[in-house]
């Protein structure tokens, strides 16, 4: 399975941004995509994941702030993220894992917010 994520960017604190990823090869499914987040000196944490079936979990820090989407029929899965504060700057690495495959992560994409 590859993906391949885009969307990152820089935007003020208070402003939006969108990420998309694409999973492409062999697909189960049954399966959940998702975002998890590195910023500098952290370890890699939980953003949000939807489960095929539509099931979501989101980290406390960014519930009512982001939004989890997919569409299945494109294998894409998209993370709305509004009211970006300072603390969401990191390296957003879209991830895919079916039972029992192993996961894959993409390549991560830089979001910077900073005044």
């Known amino acids: 399975v590859q993906l391949q994520a885009s969307g990152g960017g820089s935007v003020q604190p208070g402003g939006s941004l969108r990420l998309s990823c694409a999973a492409s090869g062999s697909i189960s499914g049954r399966n959940y995509m998702g975002w998890y987040r590195q910023a500098p000196g952290k370890q890699r944490e939980l953003v949000a994941t939807m489960s095929s079936g539509g099931s979501t979990n989101y980290a406390d820090s960014v519930k009512g702030r982001f939004t989890i989407s997919r569409d299945n029929a494109k294998n894409t899965v998209y993370l709305q993220m509004n009211s970006l504060n300072v603390e969401d700057t990191a390296v957003y690495f879209c991830?895919?894992?079916?039972?029992?495959?192993?996961?894959?992560w993409g390549q991560g994409t830089q979001v910077t917010v900073s005044s």
């Open positions: 991830s895919y894992i079916a039972p029992g495959r192993a996961g894959h």
